[in-house]
């Protein structure tokens, strides 16, 4: 007799901008297929990445079981042990580092593998620190540059609007923002497109003709990588020599407008920031950057979005100084149509909130670190900073660092895929004396550890989680299947690990316990959802809102009462806090810098190409990329223009070698119009897959990037030059 199937409501606990509902059919314990909302408008949908998400979890490459390597790290070869073996284990190691080294001499590096709010890094990170504590990194891989310019301008990281304010909009841009691909929430492609189709102009400035662009764009400005700033800086001095900023507006809400006046207008140095100074900078004709500028300052309220893409690159935080800078001189803060463009946080729902407790690290005792995000010159020398990781565990302290790395225990995050410079972290990675890892596969991480434990998927346990960035829903993930195997999750490692470590109360609650405590924990959100248990059984919440929310929009009707939340409590086109540092690579104003590898450096003679690494259609970062539906889908290849490839002899489908001192990729050509001459892109995320030879098999675009730093604590993964050729010329 056939079981009746019953349906499981889920969903994309990821980082994915999408954060999608998910209808998980369920019958005799197995998923039989993947659904999306079909409740009421607006309805969170499932892209291509959460349709495949049953191939993820019935992947024939899951991992099931612990193991351990027996063989050299990155050799492969493992042997399977049974949990006792594996914790023990890395009790007895962590014990022994500790007493060994000290308790700052064990890293742990926890990422966004997983998005909720028990199931996460923070559960071996509670554990740690309540057994003597651990060092950790600093910096947010995707928009640490916007974080460090926002605070500087606004004083806070809650400065979007939600989408549906697009349709007050006269005018929009999109710089560097591809929300078809990234899902920057899963509503905002169907706004975007009925802003087109109501006729709303929209431009989009990209080096890459993006979905984005065919789209919903009117108008393709390509520029080059690491120039979005001198643009910008010109578009302003176009504005303010046609006397088309908002003087009043400026007077009244902004300090430093001066300052920025002269730097723009070549008062400070002597060379106005003309568009025509930016033309040789930016590829961008000095004509298309006046225009541009005109139709934004006059289509007023307009609307500047500016993605996170451009911002990560040597000196990215001057191009969001930049962007809320001409946001700000044309009256387009805290009004309807317009847009801050800063992170695109809103203040709806807010998705940094309440999670798992984690007791205080006694490592941050020995090393103090500073809550000011401006402080990097200290912030580096307190903790490691994501992309300078591989470099403090091969230096420790005679590299500057606060101590020398003996251990690693990484979950939730794939790191010598995502972090700068992989050939260096196989180096690293080699050197330290004991490795862990949490993953649902032998990833390219995981292939150089010295313990591998099987992690359960979103289906496979319950959680919640709250939108990416400008969302307005909540979504409760309900387990819908027993854990694969012998998998657990990252919470119910910890409470085996515990005791093992001499803490006898890490937990004395269950899943259902903790997910409530955390929620009652967090004010806004039981004001917003009112009903845990109806959240719990709907498996979705979406707020309902009376209108469109704008960013500071009080302290614009009422400044009086409602002050920014900087130094001076307006906005701070001239930052104080920026000034005392006396940095010239952090200038007080918005300023073009010149940023290393560039077009101008002697470099770009041995390696004449900028790469970009985009974010991917099939892949949420490194997640997915062995999903064999997805992969089948779309070929992991790096994007080339024609003229590039016709000066190289490379013909569409060719296997190419892509290289530089770093590193050395093999991986599919696609040549194509939609990316501009001298840019090339490999998307990330791809497993990093080293042959004997060193030559990347997997397409890895960290094996070319740099592991350097921006002044205001950017990764600097979109900030490379590489050289391109056919794989059957290389010597």
């Known amino acids: 007799m056939e079981t009746q199937e019953k349906i499981v409501y889920n969903g994309g606990c990821h980082d994915c901008g999408g954060r999608c509902v998910f209808r998980v059919h369920v019958r005799d314990g197995v998923v039989t297929s993947i659904e999306t909302d079909n409740g009421a408008d607006p309805q969170i949908r499932a892209c291509l990445r959460g349709r495949a998400y049953r191939q993820h979890v019935y992947n024939p490459d899951r991992l099931k079981y612990p193991v351990k390597r027996v063989g050299e790290r990155g050799e492969g070869k493992w042997q399977r042990i049974s949990w006792d073996e594996a914790l023990d284990t890395i009790a007895r190691e962590t014990k022994r580092v500790r007493d060994a080294y000290g308790p ?13 709010h028990l199931h996460t890094g923070l559960a071996i990170r509670r554990l740690l620190n309540m057994t003597g504590g651990c060092s950790v990194t600093w910096a947010m891989i995707s928009g640490e540059a916007c974080t460090y310019a926002v605070r500087a301008f606004y004083g806070t990281g809650t400065n979007g609007n939600t989408r ?22 899963s509503n905002t492609s169907h706004i975007l497109a009925r802003v087109r189709e109501k006729g709303i102009p929209i431009v989009a400035v990209d080096p890459r003709y993006t979905d984005s662009v065919a789209t919903f764009a009117n108008q393709w400005i390509p520029i080059r990588p690491g120039a979005d700033t001198a ?5 302003a001095h176009v504005i303010i020599s046609k006397n088309l900023h908002d003087q009043p507006f400026i007077d009244k809400y902004s300090i430093g407008f001066d300052q920025f006046k002269d730097y723009v207008l070549g008062k400070e140095d002597g060379i106005p920031k003309t568009p025509a100074w930016a033309e040789p900078i930016t590829g961008v004709p000095a004509a298309t950057i006046e225009k541009l500028a005109i139709a934004y300052a006059t289509n007023r309220p307009s609307a500047l979005i500016a993605g996170f893409g451009p911002g990560r690159s040597a000196r990215g935080e001057q191009y969001h100084r930049a962007a809320m800078t001409l946001a700000t001189i044309t009256g387009n803060v805290g009004v309807h149509g317009g847009n801050a463009a800063g992170a695109e946080i809103n203040p709806v729902v807010s998705s940094f ?18 809550n000011s995000s401006m402080d990097t010159g200290i912030r580096v020398k307190a903790r490691p900073h994501i992309s300078l990781v591989w470099d403090a565990v091969l230096k420790g302290k005679a590299g500057g660092y606060p101590t020398d790395y003996k251990m690693l225990y ?14 260096k972290g196989v180096q690293a990675l080699k050197k330290l004396e004991f490795v862990v890892v949490h993953d649902t596969f032998i990833t ?4 150089y550890a010295d313990i591998v434990l099987p992690i359960t998927t979103i289906l496979e346990r319950s959680d919640f989680c709250r939108p990416w960035l400008s969302g307005t829903h909540y979504l409760f993930n309900n387990q819908a299947i027993d854990p694969i195997g012998e998998s657990k999750s990252d919470w119910q490692i910890a409470c085996d690990l515990a005791p093992r ?14 997910l409530r405590d955390i929620y009652k924990a967090s004010p806004d959100m039981c004001k917003q959802v009112p009903d845990y248990d109806a959240f719990k059984k709907d498996g979705v919440h979406k707020v309902k809102l009376s209108g469109p929310q704008v960013a500071f929009e009080q302290q614009i009707k009422d400044p009086a009462n409602n002050p920014f939340p900087t130094r001076s409590g307006k906005i701070e086109i001239y930052a104080k806090r920026l000034a005392d540092l006396n940095n010239p690579l952090v200038p007080p104003v918005p300023k ?3 940023p290393w590898e560039s077009p101008n450096d002697p470099l770009a003679k041995k390696y004449p190409l900028q790469l970009i690494t985009t974010h991917f259609k099939r892949r949420i970062h490194s997640m997915m990329d062995n999903n064999s539906w997805l992969k089948e889908l779309i070929p992991q290849a790096v994007q080339i223009n024609t003229k590039d490839a016709a000066n190289r002899d490379i013909a569409d489908g060719d296997t190419v070698r892509v290289f530089n001192d770093r590193g050395q990729v093999a991986i599919l050509a696609r040549v194509t119009e939609r990316i501009m001459p001298g840019v090339v892109d490999i998307p990330e995320g791809a497993w990093f897959n080293p042959d004997s030879q060193g030559v990347d098999r997997g397409g890895c675009g960290n094996t070319l990037t740099k592991d350097e730093v921006s002044p205001g604590g950017a990764l600097c993964s979109n900030t490379c030059l590489v050289q391109i050729e056919k794989f059957d010329r290389r010597g």
């Open 104 to 116: 700052a001499s064990l890293l742990h590096v926890t990422y966004s593998g997983s998005a909720g």
């Open 164 to 185: 549906d304010d697009l349709f007050n909009s006269h005018y929009v841009i999109l710089w560097g923002w591809n929300p078809s691909v990234t899902i920057w929430d």
């Open 231 to 235: 643009m910008m800086v010109a578009m």
């Open 353 to 370: 909130g309440v999670k798992l407790p984690v007791e205080d690290n006694p490592v941050d005792k020995q090393f103090p670190f500073p």
């Open 410 to 423: 990484l979950n939730c995050v794939n790191q010598i895929n995502q972090f700068p410079n992989a050939n």
């Open 444 to 447: 390219s991480t995981a292939r």
């Open 501 to 514: 470590l001499g803490v006898t109360n890490f937990s004395e609650k269950s899943e259902d316990e903790w």
């Open 592 to 594: 073009y810098v010149e």
